[in-house]
């Protein structure tokens, strides 16, 4: 396979909101040489299948008087008191994240909600709009008041349509499926990738000043998800391997309603708008678990919950392993107007017309609030002692900066890849600006690349390179889940480990070079192989429960010994190493409370 250098300035790897925030940013501040890959085309990037919204505190909608929490909304006239504060969204956040957000990037992200939702739409980004034609807004789980501005089920495709236009605008160059490999690191400073050009099996030396991931979640290392093919968690484990530890990664967000079966998202507009959760017997369950904010309570509380009266016997389907959702007293109008995808899924995926039957859901993984430490200007953080990596960058999904701690709140990640995808962008073009060099690369990094597909092309091994995802995603479903105890994850970790021996020895069909999937589902594999060993250690490794990592042996929260981030570093041993570091907290105004919803 032939190789060839090329080089930018700023080398984005994702073309999601973070990457193109961070791209469109670093563009208009005048470095004039930014350029994008994606491994699929950019507007396929995950960002663009948010449905529910985007959180800020704009203060356009409140639930009229005397209706209580779950009825109906009306725009605030003007002059009228504000329900809402970026006050109040900062603590509502923190709450959420069970005390583990780091306060002071939670303060950035909820004061930047605002303006950046306003530049979403000053840029053309078209909402749902209120009567008066102000931005429309739903409520959210974990949200005490209506903040999550939509445009109907489709807000991540409106979005990510909006900031890809800018960016094109701005001259950013897109290499459109285009496989990042490796992360170039020399004498402790990153000087490029390297990347396969997937449509002529090239493989290609990145070099730039600065290189920014925005690779995305990675709800594909379990079996039932609602998120994208291509959320494989690549940057996650490119990163790992060239020594940046990651942060965090025990916590997995299960998100309620995903199709029954399939995982796909039906999404949390449907509870914010008013859905019903219901079990065989008919009961909402909620109000054992959630008394006061009931189906809106965060979606690690009701996945919870949905877990608890499947396996109780309370579950519905052929297996039992389902939960209803009963939207059909919202009305037809309601439903056509602001749920369409919804109904669309529903229709396609379960044969259900959600105006007149309740829909047939699960939970399903979501979403990763661990990821590559980063400072809130998207720095990637080297070590323990929070060191910068310099020249390299990380934002949204696959970074962990750390907002969400350990359960996130709908809508606050579109928020989050928008908020610190933007800042990245100014950081990387002040890095730039204050004269970032080209640094030489001094052997040739594309050579174990080259090495690693050569390998996959000739070896004949007995093993089946999809087998071995289909068995890593059921273990980590069913030893890594929603509850956890030591039993199941050292189970975990014993087949992790078992199947990344038995990689060495896959073999791939397709022997091909140009458009090789075969291949690319090989790296996707080992990636998945690489991460998932340091979720699962992790999550034995924390003897408590917190947000979404819920122990049936240790179910109790516990700050004096777990208030703490996770680190793991890989050994040189390829094992991952756990250390932990302190989390931001402000003592005096939000010092750790009991949980209650
Ligand atoms: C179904 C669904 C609904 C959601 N709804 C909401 C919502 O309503 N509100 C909300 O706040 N959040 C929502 N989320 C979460 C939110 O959409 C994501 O967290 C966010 O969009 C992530 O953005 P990102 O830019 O970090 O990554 P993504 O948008 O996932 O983009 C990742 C990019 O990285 C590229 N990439 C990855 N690996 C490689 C590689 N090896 N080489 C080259 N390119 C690579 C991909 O091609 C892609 O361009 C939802 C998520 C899902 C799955």
Same mark, same amino acid.
């Given at each position: ?120 739409? $000053?840029?053309?980004? @078209? ?8 931005? %429309?807004? +739903?409520?959210? =789980? #974990?949200?005490? *008041? ?108 299960? $998100?309620?309603?995903? @199709? ?8 949390? %507009?449907? +509870?914010?708008? =008013? #859905?019903?959760? *219901? ?319």
């Amino acid at each position: 396979m032939s190789s060839e250098t090329i080089t930018h300035d700023v080398i984005i790897v994702g073309a999601g909101l973070a990457g193109s925030w961070a791209a469109m940013i670093a563009a208009k501040q005048g470095v004039k040489d930014v350029a994008v890959l994606s491994k699929i085309h950019p507007l396929r990037s995950h960002s663009s299948a948010a449905q529910g919204g985007i959180a800020a505190a704009l203060n356009n909608c409140r639930p009229v008087a005397g209706t209580g929490p779950r009825g109906p909304l009306e725009q605030i006239p003007p002059g009228d008191e504000p329900v809402d504060s970026w006050e109040l969204h900062m603590f509502d956040t923190i709450k959420g994240s069970d005390w583990l957000g780091d306060q002071d990037a939670i303060e950035i992200l909820v004061k930047d909600a605002i303006e950046i939702v306003f530049q979403y739409e $000053h840029m053309g980004c @078209v909402f749902s709009r209120t009567p008066d034609g102000r931005i %429309a807004q +739903r409520r959210f =789980g #974990g949200h005490s *008041v209506p903040r999550a501005n939509y445009s109907a089920d489709w807000t991540g495709h409106v979005l990510l349509h909006t900031i890809h236009e800018q960016a094109l605008r701005q001259g950013v160059h897109f290499y459109s499926e285009w496989y990042c490999l490796e992360l170039i690191v020399e004498e402790g400073i990153c000087c490029g990738v390297v990347a396969l050009d997937i449509l002529t099996g090239q493989i290609h030396t990145m070099r730039a000043r600065a290189v920014m991931f925005g690779t995305g979640g990675y709800g594909r290392a379990y079996a039932i998800t609602s998120n994208a093919y291509a959320n494989t968690g690549d940057g996650v484990a490119i990163a790992y391997n060239a020594g940046v530890p990651l942060m965090d990664m025990e916590f997995v967000q299960f $998100h309620p309603t995903g @199709v029954y079966k399939h995982g796909i998202l039906m999404s949390e %507009a449907c +509870r914010g708008e =008013g #859905g019903y959760l *219901v079990n065989k017997d008919g009961d909402r369950f909620m109000e054992k678990y959630a008394p006061d904010k009931m189906e809106l309570a965060p979606r690690d509380l009701v996945s919870r919950s949905e877990q608890l009266e499947i396996d109780q016997g309370r579950g519905i389907g052929p297996d039992g392993k389902g939960i209803y959702l009963d939207l059909r007293h919202l009305g037809r109008e309601k439903i056509l107007q602001r749920l369409p995808q919804v109904r669309d899924i529903a229709l396609k995926f379960s044969g259900v017309d959600i105006i007149d039957e309740m829909a047939p859901i699960q939970p399903t993984t979501h979403y990763s609030m661990g990821g590559i430490p980063t400072n809130s200007d998207g720095q990637v953080r080297a070590n323990l002692a929070g060191d910068p990596l310099t020249g390299f960058y990380a934002a949204g999904e696959c970074a962990c900066v750390s907002v969400h701690g350990a359960n996130r709140l709908g809508t606050n990640s579109l928020l989050e890849a928008s908020v610190f995808g933007r800042r990245a962008g100014y950081a990387i073009s002040q890095f730039i600006q204050d004269g970032a060099e080209l640094k030489p690369i001094s052997d040739d990094p594309a050579e174990r690349s080259r090495k690693r597909i050569e390998t996959l092309l000739t070896r004949e091994g007995p093993e089946n390179v999809e087998h071995l995802a289909q068995e890593l995603k059921w273990t980590m479903t069913n030893n890594c889940g929603i509850f956890r105890d030591e039993p199941r994850l050292e189970q975990a970790l014993v087949d992790v480990k078992q199947l990344q021996e038995r990689f060495h020895s896959a073999a791939i069909m397709d022997k091909s070079s140009r458009f090789n999937t075969d291949l690319l589902a090989a790296f996707e594999t080992e990636h998945l192989l690489a991460f998932s060993e340091v979720i699962v250690s992790g999550a034995l490794a924390r003897q408590e429960s917190r947000g979404a990592h819920s122990r049936t042996d240790y179910p109790a929260r516990d700050d004096k010994n777990w208030l703490k981030h996770t680190l793991a570093r890989k050994d040189r041993d390829g094992r991952p190493i756990l250390e932990y570091t302190d989390v931001h907290i402000d003592w005096e105004k939000y010092p750790p409370q009991e949980r209650k919803y």
